[in-house]
Structure formats: C-alpha cells, structure tokens
T-cell receptor, first 113, second 114 residues
Framework: DAEITQSPRHKITETGRQVTLACHQT?????MFWYRQDLGHGLRLIHY???????NKGEVSDGYSVSRSNTEDLPLTLESAASSQTSVYFC????????????FGEGSRLTVL | AQSVTQPDIHITVSEGASLELRCNYS??????LFWYVQSPGQGLQLLLK??????LVQGIKGFEAEFKRSQSSFNLRKPSVHWSDAAEYFC????????????FGKGTKLSVKP
C-alpha cells in the first residue's frame, strides 16, 4: 500500500543546532506539504512543493527550508533550531489531478531545549 | 482574508448521543470543503469532502456534513456517537485549483462519556 512516512518520530535537540525532518511518500504525488501543529493554533503551513525543484513559502516559513530533488521526498530543515520551533510537524501529499485531498504522515515531535 | 472558524474548542457528548461540530469559513468563492479527524498521536485522516452538487455529503465512520452557502457553514454531524469517535476534528477549505493547499481551522476536541 502507498504511504507517507516521517522520521524521526521524536527528536530532542538544542537551541542553535541544525535539524532535518524527513518525509517520504510512495503515492507518486506531485504535491507535498509541511505543517506544524501547536495547541491553540491548529495546523499552519510551513512550506510546500508542487513538483521537483519547486518550493514555496507558507504562512510560517521563517527559520525553515525545504528542497525537492525527487518526487518522493521533501525534507524540512531547521537551520538553527529555536525553542519556538518546539512543535509537532506533519508532512502531507496530494495528487495534482485530485481536488485537494491531503494524505498525512504520522507526525514528528520536535523538542528544542 | 481566507479563514476557517471552529467556534467550539472542546465538546463532550455521551455515547449514543447525536453530535454536531460547527465550521464557518470566509472565502471569496465557494471553496472545496473538508473534515479531517486526528486520533491521539496520529496524523490526520479525511472524513469527508464537498466539491459541488448535493450539499449533504456522506463520509466514513457514519459522519455527514451539510454545506450551507448562505451561512458559509459546513457543519459535521453524526446521529449516534461511539466511544471510538473521541478525537480532534479539523475543518478545512481550499480554493478550486489549489492542489491541496488547505487552510485549517484550529480544531474541536471531542470527548465521549460512557
């Protein structure tokens, strides 16, 4: 079965360190998204990609970057982690031909000390 | 600005009782509308979606939602709640052609009393 997997599922890091969260999907979807979920804020879009070599900023992109070198992967990098980036991060994908349905990974919980 | 409002942060219902979760949206045109459910420690799963046509849509797990254009609402309903329905529920909107770029509400947490 097709799926979308995130790793690591849990990570603790220190302020100032670089962190990369991996996202891999086997749906062969063109579109991939990164959201963060925080209490009281719901899900907020960080970055998204509509295909290889395409990346776009979302609502809360400061401090984050992504790159899309193939269809399957969209890693999310925190260049210099801050305590405000402690959150649960969700990767999602969607089919260009479909009408907006997102398929989500199980999330990565990041704690920045 | 485009937005989604879920007025209820937390709702508690008794098992077997009916349920209605509210969702209001602000959008320039009729958007695509979605309800997602998130169980603890899990990602989000699509419950149902509205694109066009019949304004009452059926979803998985016995849920349904009704699109009311005049009220800019898309409320989620279930006639009889089961303990396994305890979860967080998110309403979302997307523009036609947005290719999955959804705007989410802040969620409503549902607790179910035995």
């Amino acid at each position: 079965d097709a799926e979308i997997t995130q790793s690591p599922r849990h990570k603790i890091t220190e302020t100032g360190r670089q962190v990369t969260l991996a996202c891999h999907q086997t749906w062969n979807h063109n579109n991939m998204f990164w959201y963060r979920q925080d209490l009281g804020h719901g899900l907020r879009l960080i970055h998204y990609s509509y295909g290889v070599q395409d990346t776009n900023k979302g609502e809360v992109s400061d401090g984050y970057s992504v790159s899309r070198s193939n269809t399957e992967d969209l890693p999310l990098t925190l260049e210099s982690a801050a305590s405000s980036q402690t959150s649960v991060y969700f990767c999602a994908s969607s089919d260009t031909r479909a009408t907006g349905e997102l398929f989500f990974g199980e999330g990565s919980r990041l704690t920045v000390l | 600005a485009q937005s989604v409002t879920q007025p209820d942060i937390h709702i508690t219902v008794s098992e077997g009782a009916s349920l209605e979760l509210r969702c209001n949206y602000s959008y320039g045109a009729t958007p695509y509308l979605f309800w997602y459910v998130q169980s603890p420690g899990q990602g989000l799963q699509l419950l149902l979606k509205y694109f066009s046509g019949d304004t009452l849509v059926q979803g998985i797990k016995g849920f349904e939602a009704e699109f009311k254009r005049s009220q800019s609402s898309f409320n989620l309903r279930k006639p009889s709640v089961h303990w396994s329905d305890a979860a967080e529920y998110f309403c979302a909107v997307a523009g036609r052609g947005s290719q999955g770029n959804l705007i989410f509400g802040k969620g409503t947490k549902l607790s179910v009393k035995p």
